[in-house]
């Protein structure tokens, strides 16, 4: 292990900090936003911010439904139990209307689906989608993708709880509580998942070195409160401790690797074993746009 004045020195010249932009995608991953942006050239697009409203809305779009018998939102993300499952993502129950059925979807599986088209919009997401299920119906799967993992055609039991017919998962939130302190310690929890989850999604990473990457998220906006700019040679030894541990691989081995091709493939190896990823996502994408680090 270097000591900490000269790793210091190496991470401010290698960039090795998070960055802002990681910073607000670990901070506030998970959030909706406004209708879809993108470039003016053909090309694959996904809809990142696409809300569950604006899906079943675009669906209807797609499917060229009557008002009188359109697809709807039964249950939004927090009203789903296995929203609430720490592993799993923002799931939302609607009424097909299409297929007559009503289907338990995941946000993050709807805002990863890849189109083509001039531009990324809610119409051509849900179009895919649409696609998508029917050609899962034509290979013989009627009741949503194997296991349930991305979408589900779920059941209304008599108990008042709709259950996935893939998962078996259920899919209504069953906490009543007046406690408003346990109640603001369970929206607490289910944020840190729901980031989780979608760093998990974003960057193809294991979900438990996603919860690394949130809580490390976390740790660099508290050093960077009260109007700091930048983070103090303190803070940063503190950070590569903590990078190291995430990583698995020291300072030194990644001075190397950016010289040596030989152990830049075992570096690679290591952390994406380690991360739960693949060396050519990591080297690609994590590495690059959450540290700034190019091998």
């Known amino acids: 292990m270097f000591e900490k004045k000269s790793n210091r020195n190496i991470v401010k010249n290698l960039g090795l900090t998070v960055s802002l932009s990681a910073l607000v995608l670990l901070s506030s991953c998970g959030g909706g936003g406004g209708g879809g942006g993108g470039g003016s050239t053909y090309g694959a697009y996904t ?39 720490a592993g799993q993502e923002d799931w939302f129950v609607i009424y097909d209307a299409e297929e007559a059925n009503y289907k338990a979807v995941s946000l993050q599986y709807i805002r990863s689906i890849v189109y083509y088209d001039y531009y990324a919009n809610d119409y051509s997401a849900a179009g895919e989608f649409r696609d998508i299920v029917n050609d899962d119906i ?65 960057y193809s990473v294991s979900l438990e070195t996603a919860m690394s990457l949130v809580t490390l998220g976390d740790k660099v906006e508290n050093m960077l409160g009260n109007g700091k700019s930048e983070l103090t040679p303190e803070d940063q030894a503190v950070l590569m401790d903590d990078l190291e541990s995430l990583t698995g691989v020291t300072l030194e081995e990644v001075m190397q690797a950016a010289v040596d091709n030989i152990e830049k493939e075992k570096v690679l190896g290591k952390i994406s074993a380690k991360v739960g990823t693949t060396p050519q996502k990591l080297e690609g994408q994590l590495l690059p746009e959450l540290f700034g680090v190019s091998l």
């Open 47 to 85: 809809s990142s911010t696409i809300t569950a409203n604006r899906f079943i809305d675009a669906l209807n779009d797609v499917d060229g439904a009557p008002v009188y018998d359109e697809s709807e939102i039964i249950l939004y993300t927090d009203e789903t139990e296995r929203s609430t499952i």
């Open 138 to 202: 034509a290979a013989g799967y009627f009741d949503g993708d194997l296991f349930g993992d991305d979408y589900e055609v779920v059941d209304l039991a008599g108990d008042g709880f709709f259950y996935g017919r893939e998962s078996g998962y259920a899919y209504e939130d069953e906490m009543e509580t007046t406690d408003v302190n346990l109640m603001a310690g369970e929206a607490e929890k289910k944020k840190f998942y729901q980031q989780a989850a979608n760093v998990s999604y974003a």
